[in-house]
């Protein structure tokens, strides 16, 4: 009797542990999807989020263009001077020696829009003292003078990443070139006058300050002493 007693006890203890066993695991399994969801669809999840990340065209980043900075100098028209040197390099006879330049100037935007557009420059230039030749007795004093007035147009190097603060310059306009010779007390003196064409190379901060190089030509070379002038200056505007 005994026996068979221990026997239904080891069965029901065993029974019980199975059903524990199994409705722990059915509480695990429900535990799992409450928290992660079911397995296939979490699959499913991830493979539609990476099949998007591969067919997404890849991002790519524009840049807008910057307007270079233009300055006053090339928003609105300024007045100026320059101070330099002019040098003779022909001559019909011996070139005089060079002498101190100053000029003033009226600079003035083509198109305060559109700044590739250029500007106008308006300038009187001469020199300073006295352009002087050598000589020898009975001749006191040999020199040149020299003046012109022009117009010219400013332009820029093409290409959009090029800051406007290096210019190129063409000009025409009006040239005089006067010789004196004195001889004791007396003084005789000649002048001639011709259309001339300028090259202009320069470089501007656009700001109240440029560099310029500029080579002119008489044009009417028959009756005037000079035929071409180098300049190297500097300028100030406001």
Not at 87 to 97: F, I, L, N, Q
Not at 205 to 213: D, R, V
């Given at each position: 009797?005994k026996?068979?007693?221990?026997?239904?006890v080891?069965?029901?203890?065993?029974?019980f542990?199975a059903?524990?066993?199994?409705?722990?695991?059915?509480?695990?399994?429900?535990?799992y999807?409450a928290?992660?969801?079911?397995?296939?669809?979490?699959?499913?999840?991830?493979?539609e989020?990476?099949?998007r990340?591969?067919s997404?065209?890849?991002?790519?980043?524009?840049?807008?263009?910057?307007?270079?900075?233009?300055?006053?100098?090339?928003?609105?028209?300024?007045f100026?001077?320059r101070l330099?040197?002019?040098?003779?390099?022909?001559?019909y006879?011996?070139?005089?020696?060079?002498?101190?330049s100053?000029g003033?100037?009226?600079?003035?935007?083509l198109?305060?829009?559109?700044?590739?557009?250029?500007?106008?420059?308006?300038?009187f230039d001469?020199?300073?003292?006295?352009?002087k030749?050598?000589?020898?007795?009975?001749?006191?004093?040999?020199y040149?003078r020299?003046?012109?007035?022009?117009?010219s147009?400013l332009g820029?190097?093409p290409?959009?990443?090029?800051?406007?603060?290096?210019?190129?310059?063409?000009?025409?306009?009006?040239?005089n070139?006067?010789?004196?010779?004195?001889?004791?007390?007396?003084?005789s003196?000649?002048?001639?006058?011709?259309?001339?064409?300028?090259?202009?190379?320069?470089w501007d901060?656009?700001?109240?300050?440029?560099f310029?190089?500029?080579?002119?030509?008489m044009?009417?070379?028959?009756?005037?002493y000079?035929?071409?002038?180098f300049q190297?200056?500097?300028?100030?505007?406001?």
């Amino acid at each position: 009797m005994k026996r068979v007693l221990f026997i239904v006890v080891g069965l029901a203890v065993t029974l019980f542990c199975a059903i524990a066993s199994a409705d722990s695991q059915k509480d695990n399994n429900l535990l799992y999807r409450a928290i992660f969801g079911d397995g296939g669809r979490l699959c499913q999840v991830i493979e539609e989020t990476q099949t998007r990340r591969e067919s997404a065209p890849p991002t790519t980043r524009v840049v807008s263009p910057t307007e270079p900075y233009q300055g006053f100098g090339m928003s609105r028209a300024v007045f100026g001077f320059r101070l330099g040197g002019f040098y003779v390099t022909d001559a019909y006879g011996k070139e005089p020696d060079p002498d101190a330049s100053f000029g003033l100037l009226f600079r003035t935007p083509l198109s305060r829009h559109m700044y590739r557009v250029g500007r106008i420059e308006i300038a009187f230039d001469t020199n300073v003292y006295k352009m002087k030749h050598d000589y020898s007795s009975p001749i006191t004093d040999f020199y040149e003078r020299y003046y012109e007035v022009t117009l010219s147009y400013l332009g820029y190097l093409p290409g959009y990443n090029v800051a406007p603060n290096i210019y190129w310059g063409i000009g025409f306009g009006y040239g005089n070139n006067s010789m004196t010779v004195k001889v004791g007390s007396s003084t005789s003196s000649d002048d001639w006058d011709s259309p001339i064409i300028v090259l202009r190379l320069g470089w501007d901060t656009l700001e109240g300050f440029f560099f310029e190089i500029s080579y002119r030509w008489m044009l009417d070379d028959d009756d005037i002493y000079i035929q071409s002038l180098f300049q190297v200056a500097i300028g100030l505007y406001f």
